[in-house]
């Protein structure tokens, strides 16, 4: 049994009469620690899979466990709570507020949670020890998602989920966004969870489970893997 | 579905607030294509899209980073503004805050004195979080610290003799806030602003640090913690602190008597929470028009 264990999860939603299985029955483990990518096309599932792992949405049937926690048995304010201290989110949009600072935004997040980290710190480890008293529109793209970035970390959650992080930025800004998360991986421990279309960054993770039509297609062990600086697209 | 207005989608979202996770899965105009409808012109979608994330409680919810649950949010919202209506407190000021027409950085003051004066009567169970407790019995967590939070916000700006006892101390704690400034030789509305107002409570407490003759400790970092550290160190001279209300009444906070507040009065605050000084034209708070809100709560 792992840190993350999806066994049998099926996700079907109803539109009008049409039944839409988004999840169809998948199961994976995977430990703590791990940079995880999850891949596949448009309507694959995997940004399901990334919303129930984080507690956003439920699963129609199965089970899943994180760190020895049922979550698919929460009630809803058991997952508000759960979103609260365990799941750091990073989206494809940064969700700032628009008229807070960078450092105001990070405290925002973390006034709400347990044991949270330095706000400071995280924005230096982020690189925006410079930049923390601007607001987001003072900011390139690549600078708003380190906030978003360091926001989820400051929390210091379980767990970081990332739905498609670099997909606002160019390749550059990217490629630093990656470079960000997989040092945090490694240097924290922390479990990074990446949801991606882009399969050329695959070779950077420790794990890489394909998804196609709400299945698993294949979930591979990547025993060496990939600086992100070596990888191009 | 194509004609509707920022404010009917708005109101949508509040009455179905499971939608809210929208805006933070998608980018906005996007969100609001899968609500109202796929064949949205780009200008619309994105002009409701742009107005639907105006609104400071959506702002709240959506980057509090997953941590707030949208329904209990909304559902607490709902309840402010019914408990305000039949509790006959009558306070169009929070309806218009919680109605989105003030700046969410007023909405994080009221939100962490309501967490103060949670804290002074109560100890965190989350290790001292500023506003973690508050946001915990906001959200439902607690129903006596809901129903405390909901007379709190009900009545901070309108209190009168129907304030429940639980709220009445949140007007001196206010006003022992910021009897720091009143007791420097300053007078609190002569404090110079920061001249980068980038925090609001930031520059509140710093405004009242720089006016205070002794030396404060150091404050510990965060906005937040800075209005906390403050209130520890107002809390430590509470069998001091009197506030002295235009002759009518005089309070201290180990013995919270209500505050009166005549109906001019009332309009009068509740002109000058929502009055086009509030808010500087760039979306900043306007620091001395709180402290002017201040000093009209404390008498002055």
Redesign the interface.
């Known amino acids: 049994m792992g840190f993350i264990d999806f066994d049998n999860v099926t996700k079907v939603y109803h539109s009008g009469e049409v039944e839409i299985r988004a999840l169809d029955g998948i199961s994976f483990s995977f430990e703590k620690g791990g940079f995880v990518i999850i891949c596949g096309a448009s309507g694959a599932g995997k940004s399901t899979v990334l919303n129930i792992l984080g507690g956003m949405d439920t699963c129609t049937s199965g089970s899943i466990l994180v760190d020895n926690n049922r979550i698919d048995q929460y009630n809803r304010r058991q997952l508000t709570d759960y979103r609260r201290f365990d799941i750091g989110f990073v989206f494809q949009f940064y969700n700032l507020v628009q008229n807070l600072t960078a450092k105001e935004n990070v405290e925002l997040a973390t006034e709400i949670c347990r044991d949270p980290l330095d706000v400071e710190e995280t924005l230096k480890q982020v690189g925006l020890e410079h930049r923390m008293n601007n607001f987001p529109s003072q900011l390139s793209g690549g600078e708003q998602q380190r906030v978003a970035i360091a926001r989820a970390l400051a929390k210091n959650p379980k767990l970081l989920l990332c739905d498609e992080p670099t997909g606002a930025l160019d390749y550059v800004t990217g490629k630093q966004i990656l470079h960000l998360l997989q040092d945090t991986c490694r240097n924290h421990g922390m479990t990074v969870v990446v949801v991606t279309h882009n399969l050329a960054i695959c070779p950077m993770a420790d794990r890489v489970i394909r998804m196609k039509s709400g299945k698993v297609v294949s979930d591979e062990v990547n025993e060496n893997p990939e600086n992100i600086d070596k990888i191009e697209w | 579905m194509t004609n509707v207005t920022s404010k009917e989608l708005i109101q949508l979202l509040k009455d179905h607030p499971e939608n809210l996770?929208l805006?933070?899965?998608?980018?906005?105009d996007e969100a609001v294509r899968s609500l109202v409808a796929r064949e949205l012109t780009d200008q619309k979608a994105a002009s409701l899209a742009r107005d639907v994330m105006q609104d400071p409680v959506i702002?709240?919810y959506?980057?509090?980073?997953?941590?707030?649950?949208g329904?209990?949010l909304m559902d607490y919202v709902r309840s402010s503004e019914v408990s305000t209506r039949s509790g006959g407190a009558g306070n169009p000021g929070v309806r218009s805050l919680l109605n989105g027409k003030l700046?969410?950085?007023t909405l994080?003051l009221i939100v962490a004195l309501m967490k103060l004066f949670n804290g002074s009567n109560q100890q965190s169970t989350?290790?001292g979080?500023?506003?973690?407790s508050l946001?915990g019995s906001a959200?439902g967590?607690s129903p006596a610290g809901n129903n405390g939070s909901l007379g709190l916000l009900g009545n901070l700006f309108a209190a009168g003799s129907q304030t429940p006892a639980s709220t009445q101390s949140s007007l001196g704690l206010l006003g022992t806030l910021l009897s720091a400034s009143q007791q420097a030789s300053q007078p609190a509305q002569s404090v110079q602003q920061p001249a980068?107002p980038?925090?609001l409570l930031g520059a509140l407490l710093s405004a009242s640090q720089q006016a205070q003759p002794v030396q404060q400790p150091a404050a510990p970092?965060?906005?937040?913690g800075q209005l906390l550290s403050a209130s520890q160190q107002a809390s430590q001279t509470q069998a001091q602190a009197q506030v002295q209300t235009q002759g009518q009444q005089v309070y201290t906070l180990d013995g919270p008597k209500p505050q009166q507040f005549s109906a001019s009065q009332q309009a009068q605050l509740q002109s000058m929470l929502n009055g086009p000084d509030s808010v500087h034209s760039n979306?900043?708070i306007n620091v001395g028009n709180l402290f002017a809100i201040a000093n009209a709560l404390m008498g002055k």
């Open positions: 996770k805006f933070r899965m998608k980018a906005p702002q709240l959506v980057a509090s980073d997953g941590s707030i649950d329904r209990e700046d969410i950085k994080l989350q290790g979080n500023l506003i973690s946001l959200l967590a980068q980038q925090s970092s965060g906005i937040l979306g900043q």
